[in-house]
């Protein structure tokens, strides 16, 4: 039995095995991956799924290995925690303009460094919870000031009382009738209370954040946080439509918790209600990759930055997927004009071969003394850091030609899968996505004459169907997103011909037409 079956995903090499997905590479070269097909030959697969996003230059791209290799020959230090630590600042230092242009933030960055997507996610929203805290002890400094002031006001009038309005009266019976050292108390208590609440945070649906006991909860795909509802983190989905009706006062999907200040004025002693920064962060993918390959857009974008304003936490651009030019610019956010105060990168920006991620935060944001509670033994290492560098280097060669041929071969395959859509809307439901992050959606098949493709459909598992059949009968690899099981994700590396995007629609062409006609022979053959 196969080792990684019986020791590492047993449930998963057996569903691997079920729809012929059960490959071992053992070589992977520019956009392709080689098995043997234990007949002692070696099989071709053009890779279009590029590591999920992490290798936009092809596998094993010659000059960043040779660099990889350089670094490993000169005893490059790896482990010197605790240092000044030179590949990290100059990494960062690469990251400024970039991060200033395409956020239109003029100041400078602080970058976070970690070794993989959630990671940085998390490090995003502890740093986040951080700032709210602080944000909170100077409430909390107010409160108390303002009840020291409430204390000295009833000293010196004993028959002074609290002028309460309608809704506080409802909402605060206690405080009606009360006397001096009672409303002093419960308003203290009331704040203490407020003060305690933990964080909301704000993700769309569809969002997918990481699997990690944090970012899991900020992931909507149910199959993945539901074993882990009760480990905590109050996380709100909604829609960019929810998110506008909040801008207009629909506030009934959103605890907006008030300390209560008293304060002297005309009308006598009041309570000012004062909205705490309840929520930690709104987080969102510029382009959804798990979810189902969806993109925002311009008019996405100024709801998310009223949203900021109005509840006054930090926007989170998780690029973990959609940046470092997988959407044929450096920030997918960019193009939409979309302003983050955080920055999350992780995937293709360590060139293919290193295990590396950044959460950048602008300095305007950042909570001071957080780079001291943050770290992590694999964070910053020298050869990740470099790789980066010269990744970052690439992409700005020639003008940014890398780029722009991101853009060219997306828009070629788009164009491409649109014309299949057209010929197969009975087949195809959609076509999303931007730059080399493309989805194909298919069509509802729960109805399905077929009983092989209705129950796979059913079981929300269509596209893994058809992932098996592509790699078997065409040597293509696909699959679909982590959450959206009938969407057929397509993520190849800037190396794609046009003979290759041209094969692709040849494969999904003749997959459409099984699909047509209910042919489960074909899609099952191999
Ligand atoms: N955020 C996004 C947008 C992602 O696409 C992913 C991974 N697919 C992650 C976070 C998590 O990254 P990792 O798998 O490296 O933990």
């Known amino acids: 039995m196969n080792h990684y079956l019986q020791y590492c995903k047993p449930s998963l090499s057996a569903a691997l095995t079920s729809i012929g997905l059960d490959k071992v590479y053992h070589r992977a070269e520019g956009q392709y991956l080689y098995y043997s097909n234990g007949l002692g030959a070696e099989k071709q697969v053009l890779d279009l799924l590029g590591g999920y996003g992490a290798v936009l230059f092809g596998h094993n791209d010659p000059a960043f290995r040779q660099q990889a290799v350089d670094l490993l020959q000169a005893n490059t230090p790896f482990h010197h925690q605790f240092s000044i630590r030179n590949g990290a600042g100059a990494l960062a230092e690469k990251l400024q303009p970039l991060l200033r242009k395409e ?20 490090v995003a929203i502890k740093h ?31 028959t002074l009382s609290l002028a309460l309005s309608e809704a506080q009266a409802m909402l605060h019976p206690e405080l009606t009738n009360a006397s001096s050292d009672q409303a002093i108390a419960y308003v203290s208590k009331h704040n203490a209370s407020v003060l305690q609440q933990p964080p909301v945070f704000i993700a769309l649906e569809h969002a997918f954040h990481g699997k990690l006991t944090t970012s899991i909860q900020l992931t909507h795909g149910i199959m993945y946080r539901q074993p882990f509802r009760r480990l905590g983190l109050r996380t709100e989905f909604v829609s960019i439509a929810q998110l506008e009706r909040l801008c ?11 300390l209560l200040l008293p304060k002297k004025t ?35 974008a100024k709801v998310l930055h009223r949203v900021r304003d109005m509840l006054g936490c930090p926007l989170i651009a998780d690029e973990v997927q959609s940046g470092s030019g997988r959407c044929g610019s450096f920030l997918a956010g960019s193009q939409i004009g979309l302003k983050p105060d955080y920055v999350v990168l ?109 129950t796979s459909a059913y079981q929300g598992a269509l596209g893994y169907l058809l992932t098996g059949h592509l790699l078997n009968e065409h040597g293509i690899r696909v699959a679909p997103p982590a959450s959206a099981g009938n969407v057929l994700r397509i993520e190849p590396t800037i190396l794609l011909t046009q003979q290759q995007i041209d094969e692709l629609i040849y494969a999904l062409e003749r997959m459409c037409l099984a699909l047509r006609y209910q042919d489960t022979g074909y899609l099952m053959h191999f």
């Open 128 to 158: 986040s919870e951080m700032s709210r805290g602080q944000k909170l002890e100077l409430l909390s400094k107010q409160s108390e000031r303002a009840l020291e002031q409430l204390g000295l006001a009833f000293a010196e009038n004993t």
């Open 248 to 258: 207009h006062g629909d506030t009934t999907w959103l605890d907006r918790p008030s």
């Open 103 to 122: 956020t239109g933030w003029p100041e400078p960055f602080r970058c976070a460094f970690t070794s993989t997507g959630a990671e940085s996610v998390e």
């Open 346 to 454: 992780s995937k293709a920006l360590g060139a293919g071969l290193s295990k590396l991620g950044v959460v950048a935060i602008r300095s305007g944001q950042y909570a001071e003394g957080f780079d001291i509670l943050q770290s992590s033994t694999f964070a910053e290492d020298e050869m990740s850091c470099q790789l980066a560098a010269a990744y970052l280097d690439r992409l700005a060669e020639d003008d940014g030609r890398a780029l722009s041929t991101v853009r060219e071969l997306g828009e070629a395959l788009l164009v491409a899968l649109k014309e299949l859509h057209q010929t197969y809307p009975d087949v195809i439901k959609d076509i999303r996505g931007k730059g080399l992050l493309l989805g194909v959606e298919f069509q509802d098949q729960d109805h399905a004459p077929a009983h092989l493709i209705r």
């Open 266 to 300: 005309k009308k006598g002693l009041v309570l000012e209600e004062v909205a705490i920064p309840s929520v930690a962060a709104l987080l969102v993918e510029p382009v959804q990759g798990e979810g189902g390959v969806y993109a925002l857009t311009e008019a996405d």
